[in-house]
């Protein structure tokens, strides 16, 4: 679907000009409603939009990328910017509840040379940890990690292991079969910051992802010299995130309908987590903000979740919390993940649904585009990977609004690297997605 600048928006009004004409009792009943209220659609999206402040979001990017940094599940800076979060929605006025929960131990790698030298390294979740003196062992050059790659000279040595072709679970898994002590995998792309290597089996040995660089100078320095490297990995037992849940119910009791935006707020190892994810929170800060005063007809909420980027763990935590009759209510979910990178080729708002079809979110952010001129198109997509697929999982409808490269769907090339920083953050992006979730948000609330 795409949704088109100014001119859509002319032909479409005249379109609704013509066609007043011949439902006309149907026009009658919708401006009766607005005027008796004094005010019409747009004057509606105009209350949120007025309101919502560019500054203040950029200065919460600012603050979440810059000062804090980045905010690892577990540690010590996402439980910051927890609170951080908590007290702000405090002092917006609402309702907030702090939710813990428990995540998988939180690994922490150091790797050296035999000269002293640092090597900066990721560990994933299912790696093992390393006693306090670490792992001391020569590196075996296992290319791209094949079972033939593999000779009795792996045995005992760090298997040094090239990213590509196969999953990094089944490179880990000939390493172990080959009689490896560890396994080192290596980038084949230039990325700034060590990679990722996520696996899903826990490995009885350590783990850990270094850059393209990292792996290229161990292969000449250390392997073809029997040098040896020391991989420590220690394990942060009872590792716990927390999810903080802002609530506004209607002043008219009953059982309401609810809307859920989310956004979360930890971030990948190395990355300061600018676009990933503090733009989302900034601007779901924003909306609590603004949406605070208006009188609405249905109950919102606002789940700032941790724990995303370790597998959507503190969203799937919210939604397990909600009873069946809370979930009966749930009329949507607002997720905003990605929506202020200022990357020339993301031009397009993604609507991501998990079965890529339209649903009340995507038909409503489509139409308050059209009312308020957001200038970027909208495209819907199928994909997951983000906290929408928590709330469709349990039946709610959900989008992820995220920004794109139309056509590719490529993300911006800092994703998850020590470059998403604020230097690669749009100002005016911010507000857009504010101004087009916001108003979006407002048309589904207000009373
Ligand atoms: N912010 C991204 C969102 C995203 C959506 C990235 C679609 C790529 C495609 C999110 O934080 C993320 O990085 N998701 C992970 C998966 C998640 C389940 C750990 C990913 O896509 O690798
Ligand atoms: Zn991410």
Do not use: C
């Not at 203040?56 to 810059?66: A, G, P």
């Amino acid at each position: 679907m795409k949704i088109g600048g100014k001119l859509k928006v002319l032909m479409l009004s005249m379109m609704l000009a013509v066609s007043s004409l011949y439902v006309m009792p149907i026009q009658f009943s919708q401006t009766a409603v607005a005027q008796e209220k004094g005010q019409s659609g747009a004057a509606f999206d105009q209350k949120v939009i007025s309101r919502i402040s560019m500054e203040r979001i950029y200065e919460d990017v600012h603050y979440l990328s810059e000062t804090i940094g980045p905010r690892v599940a577990g540690t010590e800076e996402e439980k910051f910017t927890a609170n951080y979060i908590k007290e702000r929605l405090l002092s917006y006025g609402y309702e907030v509840e702090v939710q813990d929960f428990s995540i998988p131990d939180l690994k922490v790698g150091h790797l050296q040379t035999d000269n002293g030298d640092e090597v900066l390294i990721n560990i994933p979740s299912g790696s093992a940890a390393t006693t306090e003196e670490g792992l001391t062992a020569e590196l075996y050059d296992a290319g791209l990690g094949y079972a033939a790659d593999f000779t009795d000279e792996a045995v005992g040595k760090i298997a040094l292991i090239s990213r590509g072709e196969l999953t990094f679970q089944v490179k880990v898994e000939n390493a172990i079969a080959a009689g490896s002590a560890g396994v080192l995998i290596y980038n084949n792309i230039d990325q700034a910051g060590p990679l990722n290597p996520s696996i899903n089996e826990n490995a009885p040995l350590p783990v850990g992802g270094i850059t393209k660089v990292s792996g290229e100078a161990l292969l000449e320095d250390v392997a073809s010299q029997d040098g040896t490297v020391t991989l420590k990995v220690n394990a942060i037992e009872n590792a716990t995130s927390q999810n903080i849940i802002a609530k506004r119910t209607p002043k008219k009791g009953g059982n309401h309908d609810i809307l859920h935006v989310s956004a979360h707020f930890d971030s990948v190892p190395f990355a300061p987590g600018a676009s990933d994810n503090a733009s989302g929170t900034a601007v779901a800060l924003e909306m609590a903000r603004v949406l605070k005063s208006y009188p609405i007809d249905k109950e919102l909420r606002f789940a700032f979740v941790g724990a995303e980027e370790i597998g959507l763990v503190g969203s799937r935590y919210y939604v397990s919390q909600l009873t069946e009759d809370e979930i009966d209510r749930s009329l949507a979910n607002f997720n905003m993940d990605m929506v202020g990178t200022s990357w020339e080729n993301a031009t397009a708002i993604y609507m991501n649904t998990v079965d890529g079809q339209a649903n009340i979110v995507s038909e409503t952010a489509a139409a308050t585009a059209e009312r308020i001129g957001t200038p970027s198109e909208l495209v819907l997509y199928q994909r997951g990977s983000s906290d929408h697929v928590s709330f469709h999982d349990a039946g709610i409808a959900a989008v992820n609004f995220i920004r794109r490269e139309p056509g590719t769907a490529n993300l911006e090339p800092y994703y998850h690297t020590p470059l998403d920083t604020i230097e690669h953050i749009s100002a005016e992006r911010l507000k857009e997605a504010g101004d087009l979730v916001g108003a979006s948000v407002y048309s589904l609330i207000r009373n």
